[in-house]
């Protein structure tokens, strides 16, 4: 199975400030069509996960673009700019590259 | 809009079965995979597997193999798991989400105790 993971377990942020988050693959997630197959989700307290990024680099509808994310085949980066107080909760990556799908551990983000 | 309705909270006994569904509205039900993930109380996500409700095929991850079985009624747009010979394991929020995970449910807890 492909490993994903994510450091740091957590993050304090001061509103308005940045924070990254990186995810580190076992195994190379760019798909023979050419897709990097890296997803970011986040999970508010309480509340079901919702997809912010998907194939790596791509904004899903109607997350702001304060979110984005980069990487190479195994190494990627989530960066939150301006950080808001409704961006805490814990964040996760995760793959679909090939069975079984995985996710990283998370991190968990706070506001100082 | 896309909606991802699941079934309440179950208590259920070690060594029997349970089923919870996803009811789905707002696009074609028949034509995209329902995926089934579970996160144990604290836990991250594991993905359990998926069925493509237009013809029934399904994929399990192997580490649900004989545990979780995936099914669909077209006819009510609905999906459903069924969990059994339940442990404390399996004590957990199981939830539907959609490919890519763009529509979650909103899970529901399965709490197995005696």
């Known amino acids: 199975d492909i490993v994903l993971t994510q450091a740091p377990l957590s993050v304090s942020v001061t509103p308005g400030e940045s924070a990254s988050i990186s995810c580190r693959s076992s195994k190379s997630l760019l798909s023979s069509k050419g897709i990097t197959s890296l997803y970011w989700y986040l999970q508010r307290p309480g509340k079901s996960p919702q997809l912010l990024i998907y194939q790596m680099s791509n904004l899903a509808s109607g997350v702001p673009d304060r979110f984005s994310s980069s990487g190479s085949e195994t190494d990627f980066t989530l960066k939150i700019s301006k950080v808001e107080t409704e961006d805490v909760g814990v964040y996760y990556c995760?793959?679909?590259?090939?069975?079984?799908?995985?996710f990283g551990s998370g991190t968990k983000l706070e506001i100082k | 809009q896309v909606q991802l309705q699941q079934s309440g909270a179950e208590l259920v006994k070690p060594g029997s079965s349970v089923k919870i569904s996803c009811k789905a509205s707002g696009y074609t039900f028949t034509s995209y995979d329902m995926h089934w993930i579970k996160q144990q109380p604290g836990n991250g996500l594991e993905w359990i597997g998926w069925i493509y409700p237009g013809n029934g095929n399904t994929k399990y991850n192997q580490k649900f193999n004989g545990k979780a079985t995936l099914t669909a009624d077209k006819s009510s747009s609905t999906a459903y798991m069924q969990l059994s010979s339940l442990t404390s394991e399996d004590s957990a929020v199981y939830f539907c989400?959609?490919?890519?995970?763009?529509?979650w449910g909103q899970g529901t807890l399965v709490t197995v105790s005696s």
């Open positions: 995760g793959h679909r590259l090939e069975y079984p799908f995985t």
């Open positions: 989400a959609t490919p890519l995970g763009a529509y």
